[in-house]
């Protein structure tokens, strides 16, 4: 309702907020129709199982992997110490940041991680096949890890000793040895 005042004789009608807010329209129904929406592709199919596999985080099924590798590849109950368990962790750490870093490429410091983790699995599974071969050859079976033994390496001179050997007169321009 509209409030009227009166100023040197004139009547005025103000509307004021709570004014307009105090008015009543009896016409409203109280059966709203539903609205209407504008639906994406996505939402057509009525495949709801996606959005149930995006509500679980990819760290959180990261984790429980690791640790049903961990369980299955430790020597007794209170082991956490063994090379296995440790590379069984390391696998499965390895493959989610693997992972990452495919969605994420400039992701730099995740790539030194990765870097450290992988150098660090590879020297626990050189101390395990120097210690026991046959644990070392069911680690990486049961892993499906790619791991060259130590000995399995060439050395530099096994690679390239079937080449000849370099030029005498290796950094030396022709000029020289022309006035010679």
Do not use: C, W
Not at 11 to 32: F, K, M, Q
Not at 83 to 106: C, D, F, S, W
């Amino acid at each position: 309702m509209p409030l009227t005042s009166q100023y040197n004789g004139i009547a005025r009608t103000i509307a004021t907020p709570l004014a307009s807010s105090l008015a009543v329209d009896d016409d409203v129904s109280t059966d709203e129709e539903p609205a209407d929406f504008i639906l994406s592709a996505g939402e057509l199919d009525g495949s709801d199982d996606d959005a149930v596999e995006d509500a679980v985080p990819a760290r959180f099924l990261s984790a429980q992997r690791i640790q049903e590798l961990r369980v299955t590849h430790r020597r007794h109950e209170t082991d956490t110490g063994s090379p296995e368990y440790q590379v069984a962790g390391m696998t499965e750490r390895i493959a989610h940041l693997t992972n990452h870093l495919k969605e994420h490429p400039k992701d730099f410091s995740t790539r030194r991680g990765l870097v450290a983790l992988v150098n660090k699995r590879r020297r626990l599974l050189n101390y395990l096949f120097r210690e026991d071969e046959k644990r070392y050859v069911d680690i990486v079976s049961a892993l499906g890890i790619r791991h060259k033994v130590p000995g399995s390496i060439p050395s530099k001179e096994d690679q390239y000793g079937r080449f000849p050997p370099q030029k005498p007169n290796k950094g030396k321009s022709k000029m020289k040895l022309s006035k010679n």
